[in-house]
C-alpha cells in the first residue's frame, strides 16, 4: 500500500459521490461521464487498497473505511474552497501596484491617471515611485514600468509598449534660444548641456543617431534625476535631453521646444511583471498604456 496521495482527480470524484450519494449526481457536478467517476473510484480504491462502497439494493453505501474517508476529503476540500474563494476575493480587491521613475510619474502619468481610473475602474491603481531601486521580483510591487534594452529577463513576462525616442529640449525662453531655433544639430557641440546621472547614456546614444562625435560633446549643470534635469530646462537654464512622452505636455503647451526633433534608440518603454504571479490585469494595463501612447504620436 502507498503512503502517497492518491489522485487528486480520484479523491474528487470520492468526494463529490460520497456527497451526493450518487455516481450519476457527481458524474453531473463535475461535468464528466457516469464512467469516468467509476473509474476513477476504483483507482482509489485500488490505490488505499479498500473497498470504499460497496451496493446496496441499486445504489451505494460507504464502507466504514468509506466514511473515515468521506469526513476527511469533506473537510480537506471544503477548506480548499474556502481558501481559494479567499485568495480570489483578496486579489480582485487588492490594488495593482505598479512601480516606475518619479519623472515617469509626474510628466506622463499623473495627467492621464483620470482617464486610466475612468477606463479601468476595477484596476485600483497604486503607483510607486523610485529611480532604478523597484524590481517586481520584491514583495510590494506588482508590475514595473520601465525605459529599458532587451534582452529581457528570462523570468519576467514583459509587454512591450512604445520604441523610446529622446531629443534636445530648452524653454523658449532660455537665454540664446534664438540661436538654436533654426540652426543644425552640430550647434550644440558648443553648448554645456544639461544631463543627469541616471541616464548618462542619453547624449552620447542621441548625438551617435545624429552624425554627431559624441566625444566632441560638452556638459554642463548636472542633475541626479530626469525630473529635475526636466525642470532646470523649463526653468531655460538650457538644453536638456528627454524621453518623448515625458515632455509631449511641456512641448503642447509651449513650455518646452524640441528643434531638432527625437530619434528613436534601442529601448523600449516596457511593462515588466514575474511570470510567476502572471496577472490579467497587467494584460489590460499594458494595452491601455499601448493605446495611450499610440494617440500621442
Known amino acids: 500500500m502507498s503512503h502517497d496521495l492518491p489522485p487528486l482527480n480520484a479523491l474528487r470524484a470520492f468526494e463529490a459521490t460520497a456527497r451526493l450519494n450518487s455516481v450519476s449526481q457527481a458524474a453531473e457536478q463535475l461535468h464528466v461521464t457516469h464512467g469516468a467517476v467509476s473509474r476513477q473510484l476504483k483507482v482509489l480504491e485500488e490505490h488505499l487498497g479498500v473497498s470504499l462502497f460497496i451496493k446496496d439494493g441499486r445504489g451505494l453505501k460507504l464502507t466504514d473505511a468509506g ?3 468521506r469526513d476527511a476529503s469533506a473537510e480537506a476540500f471544503e477548506r480548499l474552497r474556502t481558501v481559494c474563494a479567499e485568495l480570489t476575493h483578496s486579489t480582485a480587491d487588492a490594488p495593482f501596484v505598479l512601480g516606475c521613475s518619479g519623472s515617469l510619474l509626474a510628466r506622463w502619468f499623473i495627467p492621464r491617471l483620470g482617464r486610466l481610473n475612468a477606463d479601468l475602474p476595477d484596476l485600483r491603481l497604486h503607483l510607486s515611485a ?43 525662453r532660455a537665454v540664446g534660444f534664438e540661436r538654436f531655433e533654426n540652426a543644425p544639430a552640430n550647434e ?43 525642470e532646470a530646462a523649463v526653468a531655460g537654464l538650457g538644453v536638456a535631453i528627454a ?55
Do not use: C
Not at 165 to 170: A, F, H, K, S, T
Not at 209 to 224: C, H, M, N, T, V
Not at 247 to 272: M, Y
Open 67 to 69: 466514511v473515515r474517508l
Open 130 to 172: 523610485g529611480e532604478g531601486d523597484l524590481d517586481p521580483r520584491r514583495p510590494g510591487l506588482d508590475a514595473l514600468l520601465v525605459f529599458a534594452e532587451p534582452p529581457w529577463p528570462a523570468d519576467m513576462q514583459v509587454y512591450e509598449l512604445a520604441s523610446e525616442r529622446i531629443g534636445p529640449v530648452m524653454s523658449p
Open 188 to 230: 550644440l557641440l558648443n553648448e554645456p548641456l544639461l544631463h543627469t546621472t541616471s541616464r548618462p547614456q542619453a547624449w552620447p546614444s542621441w548625438a551617435q543617431q545624429s552624425g554627431l562625435d559624441a566625444k566632441a560633446l560638452k556638459y554642463g549643470q548636472g542633475f541626479e534625476h530626469l525630473y529635475y534635469l526636466l
Open 243 to 297: 524621453p518623448e512622452p515625458l515632455v509631449a505636455e511641456d512641448l503642447k503647451a509651449g513650455r518646452l521646444v524640441a528643434p531638432w526633433g527625437f530619434k528613436e534608440t534601442p529601448a523600449q518603454l516596457a511593462l515588466w511583471l514575474p511570470k510567476r504571479a502572471a496577472d490579467g490585469r497587467a494584460r489590460q494595463l499594458a494595452q491601455w498604456l499601448k493605446n495611450e501612447l499610440r494617440q500621442a504620436d
